[in-house]
């Protein structure tokens, strides 16, 4: 109780002192006239000593984002973007798992977790996310936590989101009861990350790593660690580093800059008092390793792997960047040496590499997945052989530039969106100053030949190096890593460069939408829509669907197709897939090419001047690919290396039975879905002369869709449109396949998977349901009630939130465009242990909603951020393509959303519940579960035994 009143302010502390004196009696009122007139004057005189909240001071200014300092110690990033119809609210605290102590393993991240509980004036945080229709989060990491919210902006969504993350700063309820009921959900999550050995392998390699420093240890924490905390130790972590002088706070998005500043200050955080308590930095430094290290990891699985870790200086040190470009000299597909040394000749079937934005020196890991067949002794002889050798490798000026452009690449596409720019300035927050973000691109640019040579010797020592191996070694070569240097002297007086073009202030209603769209058709048969605005950075996203086939000719052609379409960006008769990479890497451009089946999806990100020389290597790509041999057979290993390692995952066994049920398609239909076995045997089946073929025979633009959003020249693109694909026809006509609602028996079916910690929960029931139906809107936002939302859904708060059974439950409900044919599913992640328990959960709740419905009070929340979570995401421009795209083939205008959203808003609790009981049948539910089922039930409230892992990120 103590806490609680310490939490209190002047004025709410004399309120309940009064509250207090009414309960004692009528004596407390039997007081004089003047003694009642001194009490109140004495409050007035309280009220007035209180100390004036300083104004914010400038701090700096660099390309567009203004840094402030409150008095308080807070410091204040505002990045305003009149182009975004949304804003981002993002606190991060410069605390993670480095700054736990002994026994205090994953305290960082149950924190994070804890904090979610609410606070005096925000009781229910999920509820109220989701009633603002947010896209949020909170994530833990080694250097920082951070909480964001992105809504559509408006000032009460804004005032409300300061609001939230003023109160649960200082305010957060971390009470026992609720720490008893998130052990178990934490747990949960810890457990889905040791389902996959590749995972698991990279937490022993860079815990072996580190003997010291806690970056040896994962974010997630020991499990023994998380579940005997105890709540004082919780509640004092959490006043110690969540206060203001800890904290950094920015807003990003549309808002007006000087009156959130005020806001900031006078209403919401400048008033929070600056505590009294000092942070000691941390001060462990991980001595310098003396040998290769080695550790060996058994556990069930279908693909073998290996995992090396070397330590690297930190992100802010000199080397950082030449260390970067030296990854993607050696991993970048398809032309990194370790990648054509290793994938291309099938010693290994997929590499990856990477390193981390930390403030104290980090690691730099290689992983690659091997074959089961094949010898893991002879991959990792030649891995060795090849890491051995970077230190005297010879590096190109081409090979510094390719990678210099991809790592460019990212930052641009990144610095063009504040959105993203609002969300990973936490990471270089937590290394040291968010300016290092643009330090880091300066210095990118600058590295040369030499600087990778020297970086590549200098680290790249045996001695410096942890695999799952042991070799002593008589003359061991060790490596000392640099300090970080001074953050403050690096960032000092920097200024940047100018800010990036802004955008409009674009309104993302369907109306205003659909006013400016233009759509029209070539001569071909393809329809495009083009909605041309002003865009931050000038950036522009596209979207091409092709459609192909009928049910008749795709028959037993299902894999085939998938190849077909992965084959398309892997080279063209004029450009290799280098040289594909490396020139949309210099035009600042991405290109994704997906599909199977009957249609085929061309995503595209770029800006207004690249645009037209994108779509035209587009056009090239879809025209000229060459189906290269090798490539081909590359692909083959990495998609069957990928199948292999499902075959005892429990997520991939679970959703493959479920869908199989529910999709009870014959084998020849290129619907079919086919278990693990079938599909290692077609993919091993497939000829490069099937994939040439389906193309010959299918690919055309007859029946294809495009959608281009954003900043672009609109005549430059309709010409483009014309000149690529308007004249590209379809050797065989494209005709729809009519989905046929089926009516699937209830069943129960268990999958077992031994030495797996986490299970699959899947339930659902197909429905006779299309989307312009007239139950539709109140089944869907009835969905939303259920299993929708953040954490608030019926589901969630009873399996998530009050049980702590699953870390992430939800369902979901989908009709057909077209036919009357759809489906209602649910899902969960949870210990196997917890399957009558989470089974039971369910069926009580879907009951409860067939039979006692939905309230008024819920209707009216769930409408507010169901609505505003549309806004949303008409507010981003790659959803927009897309729906742009996806509405020219269901022959629909913005329209269709105006009047969708008003039968939304006019629902009324009876019609939700009456949907809801007319085609929701708990008895018609059919369940798939896969795990550890045989496990031997935990007792409650004894800790489980376990190994550690996961990301810790919630």
């Not at 594909?580 to 249609?599: A, E, P």
Request: glycine share 8%; with cysteine; charged share 25%.
């Amino acid at each position: 109780m103590l806490n609680y009143y310490r939490n209190l302010n002047l004025k709410q502390f004399i309120m309940m002192m009064l509250v207090g004196i009414f309960l004692i009696g009528g004596d407390a009122f039997a007081q004089k006239k003047e003694k009642k007139k001194r009490k109140k004057k004495q409050k007035t005189a309280l009220v007035e000593e209180k100390a004036p909240i300083p104004a914010p001071v400038k701090v700096t200014s660099v390309e567009g984002i203004t840094e402030y300092l409150l008095g308080n110690g807070l410091r204040v990033l505002l990045f305003p973007d009149p182009s975004k119809q949304t804003a981002t609210v993002n606190i991060t605290y410069l605390v993670g798992s480095r700054h736990e102590g002994y026994g205090e393993t994953g305290m960082a991240h149950l924190l994070e977790h804890m904090v979610f509980k609410g606070s005096p004036k925000h009781p229910n945080i999920p509820q109220e996310l989701t009633d603002h229709g947010a896209r949020p989060n909170g994530t833990t990491w080694l250097d920082r936590t951070n909480y964001f919210e992105t809504f559509a902006s408006t000032e009460e969504n804004l005032r409300w989101a300061l609001d939230l993350e003023s109160d649960r700063m200082i305010n957060s309820f971390i009470k026992k009861e609720d720490l008893e009921k998130e052990f178990s959900v934490v747990r949960n999550e810890f457990e889905s990350g040791e389902n996959d050995p590749e995972s698991v392998l990279s937490e022993r390699v860079i815990s072996t790593a580190y003997l010291w420093h806690n970056y040896g240890n994962s974010t997630i924490g020991s499990r023994e660690d998380i579940e005997r905390v105890p709540i004082d130790n919780l509640q004092a972590f959490y006043k110690k580093y969540y206060q203001p002088d800890n904290a950094i706070l920015l807003v990003a998005g549309k808002f007006d800059e000087a009156k959130v500043l005020k806001m900031i200050n006078e209403e919401y955080f400048g008033g929070i008092p600056r505590p009294t308590r000092k942070l000691q930095p941390t001060y462990t430094v991980e001595p310098v390793q003396d040998g290769e290290r080695s550790v060996t990891l058994r556990r069930v699985g279908d693909v073998q792997a290996i995992g090396v870790a070397y330590h690297i200086c930190s992100n802010s040190h000199p080397d950082y960047p030449a260390l970067d470009v030296l990854q993607g000299i050696l991993t970048s597909q398809p032309g990194g040496k370790l990648y054509k040394a290793l994938v291309e000749t099938k010693l290994a079937s997929s590499l990856y590499a990477y390193s981390f934005t930390n403030k104290d020196p980090t690691f730099f890991y290689f992983g690659l997945s091997v074959l089961k067949e094949k010898n893991l002794d002879e991959t990792k002889k030649a891995l060795l052989t090849m890491l051995d050798g970077v230190g005297t490798m010879e590096f190109t000026k081409e090979d510094v530039e390719r990678a210099k452009n991809e790592a460019l690449k990212g930052l641009e596409l990144t610095l063009r969106n504040s959105e993203r720019v609002g969300l990973q300035m936490s990471e270089y927050m937590g290394a040291g100053d968010w300016r290092l973000i643009f330090i880091y691109r300066d210095a990118l640019e600058k590295i040369t030949v030499d600087d990778v040579k020297r970086v590549a010797k200098y680290y790249f020592k045996p001695s410096n190096r942890t695999i799952g191996v042991f070799i002593p070694e008589e003359n061991p070569d060790r490596v000392k890593v640099p300090e970080s240097p001074d953050v403050d002297a690096l960032v000092k007086n920097y200024k940047g460069r100018a800010v990036v073009a802004q955008g409009e202030a674009f309104d993302p209603s369907p109306a205003n939408i659909e006013s400016r769209t233009k759509r029209g058709q070539e001569p071909n048969g393809l329809e495009y829509a083009l909605l041309p605005k002003s865009t931050r950075g000038n950036s522009v996203r596209a979207n091409i669907t092709l459609r192909m086939g009928d049910e008749q000719s795709l028959q037993n052609k299902a894999t085939i197709s998938q190849y077909t379409a992965s084959m398309l960006n892997k080279g063209t008769k004029t450009l290799s897939r280098q040289q594909l990479k490396d020139t949309l890497d210099k035009l600042k451009s991405q290109v994704n090419i997906g599909g199977g089946g009957n249609n085929v999806g061309i995503s595209i990100e770029s800006t207004k001047d690249n645009l037209p020389k994108v779509l035209a290597i587009v056009n090239d790509i879809l025209k000229n690919p060459v189906f290269d041999e090798k490539e081909f057979e590359t692909m083959k290993q990495e998609i069957l290396a990928q199948v292999e390692s499902q075959k005892s995952d429990p997520q991939a066994l679970a959703f493959t039975a479920f869908q199989r049920m529910m999709n009870p398609y014959p084998k020849s239909d290129v619907r079919y879905v086919p278990t693990i076995e079938e599909s290692i045997e077609s993919n091993k089946n497939v000829k490069l002369d099937d994939v040439k073929k389906f193309y010959t025979d299918f690919y055309g633009a007859s029946a294809a869709t495009m959608s281009v959003v954003g900043d672009f020249d609109e005549a430059a693109v309709r010409k483009s449109i014309s000149t690529n694909f308007g004249t590209w026809k379809s050797p065989a006509p494209f005709k729809r396949i009519q989905a046929v609602f089926q009516e699937i028996s209830p069943s129960n079916s268990a999958i077992k998977t031994p030495d797996k910690a986490n299970a699959l929960f899947l339930a659902g029931q197909n429905l006779p349901l299309q989307e312009t139906d007239a139950d539709y809107p109140a089944l869907l936002l009835g969905n939303y009630m259920l299993g929708g939302g953040f954490l608030s859904s019926r589901l969630a708060v009873r399996i998530r939130q009050k049980e702590g059974i699953s870390y992430g439950v939800g369902s979901n409900l989908s009709g057909s465009p077209f036919d009357k044919s759809g489906s209602f599913m649910t899902y969960a992640i949870y210990a196997p242990e917890n399957a009558e328990k989470l089974e039971k959960a369910f069926y009580e709740e879907i009951e409860k909603v067939v039979n006692e419905g939905f309230t008024a009070d819920e209707l009216k929340a769930a409408k507010s951020g169901w609505l505003q979570s549309r806004s949303v995401s008409r507010s981003q421009d790659n959803e927009l393509s897309s729906r742009l795209n996806n509405y020219l083939y269901y022959d629909r205008t913005l329209t269709f959303d105006a009047d969708f959203e008003k039968k939304v808003e006019a629902l009324t609790p009876e019609q939700v519940n009456g949907a809801i009981k007319k085609f929701i049948d708990p008895k018609k539910i059919s369940i798939v579960k896969a795990g550890d089922f045989d496990k031997k039930v935990a007792n409650p409230g004894t800790p489980a035994a376990g190994g550690v892992s996961g990301s810790g990120k919630n």
